[in-house]
């Protein structure tokens, strides 16, 4: 399956990206982890995401039990 996707800012095929971890702030606050996905051609910011991976754990104690 061929890659369609472009650069917007300079126009090569995104086949590679730079992933970075960055942080979310909220309010002054750093909030989250994210990863930054950027051209590995021109750096421009392509997306960004919360890092799923590393979430934070969630107290649980006193609450209802997780699904399992
Ligand atoms: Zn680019």
Do not use: F, T
Not at 1 to 13: L, N, S, T, V, Y
Not at 23 to 46: F, P, Q, T, W
Not at 54 to 60: D, E, G, M
Request: glycine share 8%.
């Amino acid at each position: 399956m061929a890659i369609q996707g472009q650069c917007p800012k300079c126009g090569h095929r995104v086949l590679h990206v730079n992933v970075e971890q960055v942080v979310g702030v909220v309010d002054g606050e750093s909030k989250a982890r994210i990863l930054s996905y950027s051209c590995i051609h021109c750096n421009a910011v392509l997306g960004v995401q919360i890092d799923p991976r590393s979430r934070p754990r969630p107290k649980r104690r006193g609450e209802s039990p997780p699904p399992a």
